[in-house]
């Protein structure tokens, strides 16, 4: 296990009372999570902002030809609420190539929000390349694949309450 529920638990009130304390606590935040991986984070983190707020969900795949092909992206954003002179918060569970919050970025941007804002549950350093910009990260871990707290591999294991390393074994299963 690499991060236990209580550390999760911690780091993401901690996170709250940061995103709350920079946030406008008459117009609040609109924010735009990111399918499905980050599903369990912004329900804990949500829980932690006392601010007016919406929220929309953004599916994002990726269509992976080869094992070292980027893949195309693929957004679906038709059901994204007003984002128009919004603060809005972006988040997702992971930051790793970079691929998916670039295009998230640029898809939010385009629609005109008044500030855009970055929260990554956590950070493989040093892997995006060009960087992309993120506000707020809750860890920062070595280039290893982790599953649970809303984390998948093959659609698996997103339950676990805390993060946790996959064997190798799980991997080629
Ligand atoms: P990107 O490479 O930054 O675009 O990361 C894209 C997506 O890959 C993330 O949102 C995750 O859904 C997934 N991903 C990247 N690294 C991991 C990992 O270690 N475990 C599970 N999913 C991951
Ligand atoms: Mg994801």
């Not at 902002?49 to 990726?62: A, D, E, K, Q, T």
């Not at 992971?94 to 385009?110: A, C, F, K, W």
Request: net charge neutral.
């Amino acid at each position: 296990m690499i991060i236990p529920e209580a550390q999760l638990r911690q780091r993401v009130s901690a996170l709250g009372r940061e995103i709350a304390a920079s946030a406008s606590p008459q117009t609040g935040l609109t924010l735009v999570a990111i399918l499905a991986g980050s599903i369990v984070f912004l329900a804990d983190l949500v829980r932690q902002l006392p601010l007016p707020m919406r929220i929309g969900l953004m599916w994002v795949s990726s269509y992976r030809g080869g094992a070292t092909d980027a893949g195309e992206l693929r957004a679906e954003t038709a059901r994204l609420p007003d984002l128009r002179n919004r603060d809005v918060l972006i988040v997702d569970d992971i930051l790793d190539t970079g691929g998916t919050l670039r295009r998230v970025q640029q898809e939010v941007r385009e629609r005109q929000p008044r500030s855009v804002q970055t929260v990554v549950l956590l950070r493989k350093l040093g892997k995006a390349n060009p960087p992309v910009k993120v506000d707020y990260v809750g860890f920062d871990i070595d280039d290893v694949f982790v599953v649970g707290y809303g984390l998948d591999h093959d659609g698996l294991y997103r339950n676990l309450p805390h993060i946790a390393l996959l064997s190798e074994e799980a991997k080629s299963a």
